[in-house]
C-alpha cells in the first residue's frame, strides 16, 4: 500500500530529482516524476510505482495538466512537492544578457513559485509539505555565478515566506540548501563563450572549466544525497536543512567569519587574480 504521493520537477537523468524519485520509490511513496522532457528520464521509467510527466516549470499549460493527472490519480491529495527543477548559469555580470538573465528567473523562481500555487490545494489536502532545492551558491559570493546564485536565493526567500504563509493551512515549507553533486553534469556549457569584446577575454577558459564543473571543487553522489534529503523530508523536518559537499564549512563560514576571508576563498582558480596583474 502507498505511503502517499509525491511530485518532483526536474528528474532528468544523473540529477538530484531522478536520484530522489528513486529513494521515494524505495520507501513505499507513489512518485510523480517529471521533466521537460520524457527522454531525458531513462533512469526511472521502469521503476514501479512511478509515473513520467512531462512539466516544464515556466509553461502554464504543462503545470495545470500536470495538477490535472495529480489530482485524478490521486483523489486531490499530495504529500510531497519537491521543487528540484533548475537551470545553472555563469556569466561575468558585466557580460550578462539581460534577457538570459530574466529567462533563469522564470525556471529558478516563477516556475517553483507557480507550480507551487498550482498544487498548494492537493497539499492542503494531505496536510504535506513542500519542499525547494536552493544553493550554497546563494551565500557565496562567487565569481560568475551571481544571477545563478541571486535566482535561487530569491527561491529560498519565497520558500521561507511560504513557510509562514502555509501555516494556518497545515501546510510545511522546507528548504534544502544544497552543495554541489558530482552527477549534475556541465556538458551543455561545452560551447560556452563570453559577448565579444568581453573584459574577462584573458580568462575565458578557467571560467568556461568552472562552467563545466572542472573547477576542482568538492561534490556528492546524487544518491547519497538523495538518501539524506528523503530522509529528513519523510520525518517532517521543516525551515531549512544543509546538505552536500561544502554544506556545513559555507554555513560556519557564511555566520562566522569575515567576508573578506570567505571573499579570498571563492576567488581561488577563478582567474580574477590574472586579471589583476594585467590590470595594475
Not at 517553483?112 to 532545492?133: W, Y
Not at 502555509?166 to 559577448?195: E, I, N, R, Y
Not at 584573458?202 to 568556461?208: A, D, K, L, Q, Y
Request: proline share 4%.
Amino acid at each position: 500500500m502507498s505511503k502517499g504521493s509525491v511530485l518532483i520537477t526536474g528528474c532528468s537523468d544523473g540529477g538530484a530529482g531522478s536520484a530522489m524519485t528513486a529513494v521515494f520509490q524505495r520507501e513505499g511513496y507513489r512518485v510523480f516524476a517529471s521533466s521537460r522532457n520524457l527522454n531525458t528520464m531513462s533512469k526511472i521509467e521502469n521503476l514501479p510505482n512511478v509515473k513520467l510527466i512531462q512539466l516544464d516549470v515556466t509553461k502554464k499549460e504543462d503545470i495545470r495538466a500536470a495538477a490535472d493527472t495529480v489530482h485524478q490519480e490521486t483523489d486531490g491529495t499530495l504529500k510531497f512537492l519537491i521543487n528540484c527543477a533548475a537551470r545553472n548559469h555563469f556569466m561575468p555580470l558585466l557580460d550578462e544578457d539581460i534577457e538570459a538573465g530574466k529567462a533563469l528567473y522564470e525556471t529558478n523562481v516563477w516556475g517553483p513559485l507557480a507550480v507551487t500555487q498550482a498544487f498548494t490545494p492537493l497539499l492542503i489536502k494531505a496536510k504535506g509539505t513542500v519542499v525547494f532545492i536552493t544553493s550554497l551558491s546563494g551565500y557565496l559570493n562567487v565569481p560568475y555565478q551571481g544571477t545563478f546564485a541571486a535566482s535561487k536565493r530569491s527561491e529560498e526567500i519565497m520558500a521561507e515566506t511560504l513557510r509562514l504563509e502555509l501555516a494556518p493551512f497545515h501546510v510545511k515549507v522546507l528548504s534544502v540548501v544544497t552543495g554541489a553533486l558530482k552527477t549534475m553534469g556541465q556538458t551543455h556549457f561545452d560551447d560556452w563563450k563570453l559577448p565579444e569584446g568581453s573584459m574577462y577575454a584573458p580568462v575565458e577558459s578557467t571560467i568556461r572549466d568552472r562552467a563545466r564543473g572542472q573547477e576542482g571543487a568538492p561534490r556528492m553522489e546524487a544518491a547519497d544525497y538523495a538518501s539524506r534529503v528523503v530522509s529528513e523530508i519523510i520525518k517532517g523536518k521543516t525551515g531549512k536543512f544543509w546538505y552536500g559537499a561544502s554544506a556545513g564549512a559555507v554555513k560556519f563560514g557564511t555566520e562566522w567569519l569575515p567576508s573578506s576571508l570567505m571573499d579570498s576563498g571563492v576567488q581561488i582558480k577563478t582567474g580574477l587574480d590574472v586579471l589583476a596583474k594585467q590590470n595594475k
